[in-house]
Nanobody
Framework: QVQLVESGGGLVQPGGSLRLSCAAS????????MRWYRQAPGKQRDVVAI???????NYPDSVKGRFTVSRDNAKNTVYLQMSSLKPEDTAVYYC???????????????WGQGTQVTVSS
């Protein structure tokens, strides 16, 4: 069984910074692309950062230059460093990863449970 667990959410003032973490655990053989999504109330879930297993990254224009995704493959962990936060960044943030479990020869997508980020004064 593979699990993704996010941490690091909370309340931050506009202009502030926050770092999210997402650790994968379980019987893992390898992890491919990892992603961060967010979903605000009444809106669809959108991707905000992508990082491949060799470190290539991609961001939508809405967060480019403010968010930085990184990963520690030895720890099966992906991070999202968020800076210059705005009220419109308020959402539940989810991590997502393509994981090959040790008992399988294919990759499956897994989701974390989400962590709330609130940007407000």
């Amino acid at each position: 069984q593979v699990q993704l667990v996010e941490s690091g959410g909370g309340l931050v003032q506009p202009g502030g910074s926050l770092r999210l973490s997402c650790a994968a655990s379980g019987n893992i053989f390898s992890i491919g692309t990892m992603r961060w999504y967010r979903q605000a109330p009444g809106k669809q879930r959108d991707v905000v950062a992508i990082i491949t297993n060799n470190g290539n990254t991609n961001y939508p224009d809405s967060v480019k230059g403010r968010f930085t995704v990184s990963r520690d493959n030895a720890k099966n962990t992906v991070y999202l460093q968020m800076s210059s936060l705005k009220p419109e960044d308020t959402a539940v943030y989810y991590c997502n990863a393509d994981v090959r479990a040790a008992s399988r020869n294919y990759f499956s997508q897994y989701w974390g449970q989400g962590t709330q980020v609130t940007v407000s004064s």
